[in-house]
């Protein structure tokens, strides 16, 4: 068995090499371009990890690791042409770098270069495995899409529910997919593969409910970025929308008039932080984050491999959802 | 055997049904709306057309025509946001008639939908379809990416030889693998699809000339557009790119105060022809074009199987490349 450490140093060995033709440049550099700016891989070494649930490391499951990896940074170039970001990573966006047309372009042949990976993959697991991620796929762009929607609406507007699942199918799905990928590869059996299907999408949720506490209540010296960032643009996190629940309507009419503060007023952040300890929703997203997680230690649970097998899943769920930055 | 007119008819009856599912509508319905814009359907039948060149037609002809046809949409949808139009087939452009952003999604949905019919062709083809299919779509984009660059540059920077591969890449190699994609399923030999797509690529360089031609010489009223459109814009075709090769020092004076005048002078027009008429490069390019519509009848011809098979794909080369319009 390996950890995550381990396996994500044997991946980048094999994915740091160019990945795309030479020619033509104006196509293919800004393609190799985002892969460069590098980032922690987890979704490939999440593939290579549930191959070796089950048995050795095959060969495929760095094929699957190197499709979910050229995806997951197709989505990035994409989704920044949508969200007019200037910056990935501290570095210029593709479309920044470049320009727009060339981002959609090279985002587009990095989509279809995803399929060029698991079309060599083995026949008997092919099927099964772009099955799988067709549908993780699929599910990434409706998450996009109803993450757009509700971006143009009111915060009251968004039900919690459905923003449970816009964050599940935008960001939990594709670690799931990955997870299950390697199962397969591994010759887990399909209730295995739901488990560990599970197991990851939950994580996934645990995880950005996590990014939100932090975000707002984390030690900015820690999370290395502004604290309070969301609460300033009025973004819809899993606590602003609890909160707008949960408070009573003098809270309400102070959260409205917070809310109404423009984006420079950092005065804004406390008062916000001191609303939402009133609401108890930080406590609530912590009972909602040991829900999720809860949820995905079974899943891990009933996966029917010996125990000892699970630890580097168990030690990477652990080490990401007790990070303080 | 079917002729394109049936066969086309028959593709229709199932792919006018709604491909996409309906939730989350603003995802959905803008891919389900370039597909209702309609169009010749000529690739997704050129697959079937090969199956049948060899075999009886099977089920996987019209999962690779639907899979072709909801790729070649994708490109549109894409190709439109690049090129800022506004109007496809007399309506509205996906990005015009939603956003940019949803357009660029709905795209990118519908280039993963394409793997789902690819997914369902059975396993002792997918490999080889899947293969074929990603080369051409590859290339497709490599197309597009060069049109672009050489958009950028003066017309006599771009050399002749690398507008016929542009042309060829952007246009011609989808209609050579659909043929191909449906002799697979036909059951060709690799030699066979060879030349099956030699004869599309070939048959696709040609139609892009004539369609210059017409463009330029064509009978306003059967074209239905207005004459000479690419010359009022200076659009690098394969008249216009001989033409500077072939001119003389004065011709080549005049040409330039031709292509310095703007866009609204229709009287750049008879004056560009006439010139394109005194270097010959209207007779050059009928010449290029039954040279390459040689090439491809060769093609057709070395086809091992009876004569009467490749019946329908002569017509339809024969109808394509004699069209007033």
Redesign the interface.
Known sequence: MHSFKELAAQFEQQFGKRQFPES?S??YDPAQYILSLGGKRVRPVLAIMGNELFDDIHPDAFLAGNAIEVFHNFTLV?DD??DKAPLRRGMPTVHTKYN???A??A???M???T??YL?KIQ?KH??KI??VF?KA??EV??G???D??MEGMQPDQVNYADYVNMIALKTSVLLAASLQMGAIIGGGSEGNQQHIYGFGKNVGIAFQIQDDLLDAFGNPDKVGKQQGGDILINKKTFLLLKALELCTPAQRTQMDKLMSLPADDTSKVPQTLELFRDCKVDQWAEEQKQHFMKIAFAHLEDIAVMSGRKAPLRELADYLLTRQH
Chains 1, 2 share one sequence.
């Open positions: 033509p104006t196509l994409h042409i949508m727009e047309p060339t959609i372009l985002g587009d042949v989509l279809i270069h399929y060029d079309n026949s092919k099927q772009i099955s067709n796929a699929t762009c409706e996009q899409q109803l757009m929607d």
